[in-house]
């Protein structure tokens, strides 16, 4: 997968994943890094990102992991630490 095409799926997560009454979300493109195959994909409220004003910051948004071998999209939660260990065993860490 190509960064470019990740960068668009992490978006596409984030819409699909959002629910009436919350905030709009949108990847923070200023800050996305790579670790090997893993793309760390941090996101905030839509407004945040326009202001870079603190006070509009939310607070709690892990950054989306996405594995550019498969694919795969998950939050940088507890559960979902797999992905880091999958990427250190193919050399990626």
Same mark, same amino acid.
């Given at each position: 997968? &190509?960064?470019?095409?990740?960068?668009? +799926?992490?978006?596409?997560?984030?819409?699909?994943?959002?629910?009436? =009454?919350?905030? $709009? !979300?949108?990847?923070? +493109?200023? $800050?996305?890094?790579? *670790?090997?195959?893993?793309?760390?994909?941090?996101?905030? +409220?839509?407004?945040? #990102?326009?202001? &870079?004003?603190? *006070?509009? !910051? $939310?607070? =709690?948004?892990?950054?989306?992991?996405? %594995? #550019?071998?498969?694919?795969?999209?998950?939050? %940088?939660?507890? =559960? %979902? *630490?797999?992905?880091?260990?999958? +990427?250190? $065993? *193919?050399?990626? =860490?």
């Amino acid at each position: 997968m &190509r960064l470019t095409e990740a960068i668009e +799926a992490a978006q596409t997560f984030l819409t699909h994943s959002w629910e009436e =009454g919350e905030p $709009l !979300m949108a990847v923070d +493109a200023e $800050l996305i890094t790579r *670790r090997g195959q893993i793309l760390v994909v941090p996101y905030n +409220a839509v407004q945040y #990102l326009a202001s &870079r004003d603190a *006070r509009d !910051m $939310l607070l =709690g948004c892990p950054p989306l992991l996405v %594995d #550019l071998d498969t694919g795969h999209i998950a939050y %940088d939660g507890i =559960g %979902d *630490r797999y992905l880091w260990r999958e +990427a250190v $065993l *193919r050399g990626a =860490g």
